[in-house]
């Protein structure tokens, strides 16, 4: 706690007076350039990541970066959504979940929790499409890569969700909203980004010919995640399942 009081005063002493500015026109109104969802966990933090300013990223955050079915439940994530597109008119919504997902771990022994935690059971239960996806497609998978594969594929799971919303539906069918799928890399700060296309999460920046390519124009050479896996494998678990 010592250290967080440390931070609130060098937060007022220093950023504040640097960005008087900024807070005073911020104090009118906000104006986010996207609506981010994405998990609680501490290793994840928006704003870092994306280097994004005060006012730029209105976020919604939960264990999973799960977004219910619409009327699934009388949570928060649907006021926020709702508000996001309705009042501050949002246009990129942001789904980002990370690899060693606590949740995902959680999701993939679900039968464990049901007495253990039964509120992260009710929770998780919401995205049981992508266990269910995981485990019958690629059950036979080892544990670290199953549980890559289930990060990746929880993603497109409440992408599909968001579209369930009207609000996004209708937005969507007008083109006036994009959705995006990313997953956070906590062991190098790298993102990979969903590629509908291509059915693949890629990284974000680079000519994807030349990403996936051998120097020959064709042929794959290096995929995401390759550096711990099997290359068979890494092309599977990063294929996704649109
Ligand atoms: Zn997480």
């Not at 597109?85 to 999701?107: F, Q, T």
């Not at 464990?112 to 059950?139: C, F, S």
């Amino acid at each position: 706690m010592k250290k967080l009081m440390r931070g609130l005063r060098q937060f007022q002493d220093t950023y504040v007076p640097e960005h008087k500015k900024l807070m005073a026109s911020l104090a009118k109104g906000q104006s986010p350039n996207a609506l981010f969802i994405t998990c609680s966990d501490s290793r994840v933090q928006p704003e870092l990541i994306t280097q994004a300013e005060l006012g730029e990223l209105f976020v919604i955050r939960n264990a999973g970066n799960i977004v219910p079915p619409f009327g699934a439940t009388n949570g928060g994530e649907g006021a926020t959504i709702e508000y996001a597109l309705k009042s501050l008119n949002v246009d990129h919504i942001i789904v980002c979940g990370h690899s060693s997902c606590g949740a995902m771990k959680g999701l993939l022994q679900i039968g464990n929790l049901e007495a253990k935690m039964p509120l992260v059971y009710n929770w998780l239960i919401h995205t049981e499409a992508t266990r269910q996806l995981v485990e019958d497609n690629y059950g036979d998978l080892e544990k670290a890569d199953k549980l890559d594969m289930l990060v990746g594929e929880n993603v497109l799971t409440q992408i599909e969700n968001l579209r369930t919303y009207p609000a996004v539906r209708s937005m969507l069918h007008r083109g006036d909203l994009s959705l995006h799928g990313w997953i956070y890399n906590i062991n190098d700060g790298s993102i990979l980004a969903y590629d509908s296309e291509r059915h693949a999460f890629v990284p974000p920046f680079t000519d994807p010919n030349k990403t996936f390519s051998n120097g020959h124009g064709h042929g794959l050479s290096q995929m995401p995640g390759e550096h711990r896996l099997a290359r068979n494998q890494s092309q599977r678990i990063f294929k996704g399942s649109y």
